[in-house]
């Protein structure tokens, strides 16, 4: 008899899958070179949160959305209701020590101890933001590090990271997190002070229990199993979230599952198997750009894929699997791996999205809902938030 699951035996655990999304996304970003603007781009943070909610409502999947400060900087009172009053809550909290001249050296890492503690602080205001919109996560990703072989001093500034982090960690409240994101080159590019999992665990090990890795699936090198440092963080119970994307070449920013749907079907396996699968211990979160794409769309069609490789990952019979791989089958193992993947979904999730009162096709409900057409005539005037406003 076949140990292998049916759709209806998974639907209550991605029926509770929740995906943050990033203020961002709805703003105007993408590349070095040309930013296209659109047509009802958000003006502001209550605009993005209206997008995202809209994102929300057509797929019941989303019901959080991250802020970056300054560039999210407004009254977080008022935030916190409009969010609240479209059916959405605020949460993770980016901080930003990456655009401002101050930090042409160094933030967190800086020789200078007046411009390392500019930088603290400006953790510290970002905790104070959270005690208002009631966040629990402040997400720290730091663009430190150097461009020539001989410019810093790589082991001072790891030093001085971990005393920058120990005083920003000292102030989180009750039930707060840091999370420490890594990323292995960009803006500098030969070396990174926070370049790999390991730089990061080893930091946030230091320091206590509400410190965690943020894994970005965009920051690795080209080949990296990416599903094996899921594992590992999750293993040592040291993975606080993701920032999803994908990539073909660097730090692309583009949609989660568009480049390769395999690798996000094995990163959630590997979620699943480490029993972090609608963890409240973990962020799913995307951080993504859309450049070219009608930003709204590229978020919808994010957070249906991470759904899709969730429902698919949840089909594998790991029963079946854990046999194979004790009896050393190795084709037979990799069959059931692979049969899962290629298990077409959505259909079933179609039929699942109506019986819960969603749209079948959220990306055609929203083209209908005429909304974009709404915030093109409506939002003129002011300045179309971008990567940086
Ligand atoms: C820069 O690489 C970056 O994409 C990081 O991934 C951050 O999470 C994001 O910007 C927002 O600060
Ligand atoms: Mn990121
Ligand atoms: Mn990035």
């Avoid at 102030?171 to 390991?198: A, C, I, N």
């Avoid at 079933?348 to 959220?362: I, K, Q, T």
Wanted: aromatic share 10%.
């Amino acid at each position: 008899m076949s140990t292998r699951p049916t759709f209806a035996d998974i639907t209550d655990q991605f029926a509770a899958q929740e995906i943050e999304l990033p203020s961002w996304a709805f703003g105007n970003s993408g590349t070095r070179f040309k930013v296209f603007g659109t047509p009802g781009t958000p003006r502001d943070p209550f605009e993005k949160i209206a997008d995202a909610a809209k994102v929300h409502e057509l797929t019941g999947l989303a019901p959080q959305v991250a802020l970056h400060i300054p560039w999210d900087l407004c009254d977080f009172d008022e935030l916190t209701a409009h969010a609240a009053g479209l059916g959405v809550r605020l949460g993770t909290v980016n901080s930003n020590t990456f655009q401002d001249d101050d930090y042409k050296f160094g933030a967190l890492t800086h020789e200078d101890e007046r411009i390392r503690t500019k930088a603290i602080d400006a953790h510290l205001e970002c905790i104070d933001v959270m005690d208002r919109t009631g966040s629990r996560d402040l997400k720290i990703w730091l663009a430190e590090g150097s461009n020539y072989p001989g410019q810093a001093d790589m082991r001072g500034r790891q030093d001085r990271l971990h005393d920058s982090l120990s005083k920003i960690y000292d102030r989180l409240g009750e039930g707060q997190r840091m999370v420490l994101e890594y990323k292995f080159f960009e803006p500098s590019f030969y070396h990174t002070d926070v370049p790999d999992w390991g730089t990061s665990y080893t930091q946030v090990a230091a320091l206590g229990d509400k410190a965690l890795v943020c894994l970005d699936t965009g920051h690795h090198a080209p080949g990296t199993n990416i599903e094996f440092i899921v594992m590992q963080l999750l293993r040592l119970g040291k993975l606080g979230s993701f920032d999803f994307n994908s990539r073909f070449y660097a730090d692309d920013d583009l949609m989660v599952g568009a480049a390769d749907p395999f690798q996000l079907f094995r990163i959630i396996h590997e979620v699943i198997r480490g029993g972090g699968l609608n963890s409240p211990d973990i962020a799913f979160m995307l951080d993504q750009c859309h450049n070219v794409e009608n930003k709204i769309e590229g978020q919808i069609r994010s957070v249906l894929n991470v759904q899709e490789m969730t429902a698919r990952a949840l089909l594998i019979d790991t029963e079946a699997l854990t046999k194979a791989q004790r009896a050393g089958d190795v084709i037979t193992a990799n069959d059931i791996f692979m049969d899962a993947f290629y298990t077409d979904v959505r259909g079933d999730l179609a039929e699942w999205r109506v019986s819960r009162g969603l749209p079948a096709d959220p990306i055609r409900a929203f083209r209908e809902s005429g909304y974009q057409e709404q915030i093109a005539a409506d939002r003129v005037g002011g300045t179309q938030a971008g990567w940086g406003a």
